[in-house]
């Protein structure tokens, strides 16, 4: 069983900077690729970033102002938002998709962080 817990969500005013951590535990034997995710009241979940064999991948919203990385020493992963704009209030989720020899095994989300961002 893999825990994904999120943190450093809270209320920032339109511009303000907010980094999200994602921290993974729970299996040490097998990789994991961490996304976020976010959801707005009244809305769906909607895709946010994930990093691939490609790079890292983000919503158009989002492009040129979050920043994704992940520490795999650590199964921790990071969402560093910048010029942060009300649309972006919602609550963030990380997901966790566990490898194992190279094969999907498993995904897990975490309970998610709220980000409120007021003009």
């Known amino acids: 069983q893999v825990q994904v817990v999120e943190s450093g969500g809270g209320s920032v005013q339109a511009g303000g900077s907010l980094r999200l951590s994602c921290a993974a535990s729970g299996y040490t034997t097998c990789s994991l690729d961490l996304s976020w995710y976010r959801q707005a009241p009244g809305k769906e979940r909607e895709f946010v970033s994930d990093?691939?064999?490609?790079?890292?991948n983000y919503v158009a919203s989002v492009k040129g102002r979050f920043t994704i990385s992940q520490d795999n020493a650590k199964n921790t992963g990071y969402l560093q938002m910048n010029s942060l704009k009300p649309e972006d209030t919602a609550m963030y989720y990380c997901r966790a998709d566990v490898f194992c020899n190279s094969a999907w095994f498993a995904t897990y989300w975490g309970q998610g962080t709220q980000v409120t961002v007021s003009l």
């Open positions: 990093i691939d064999t490609d790079g890292a």
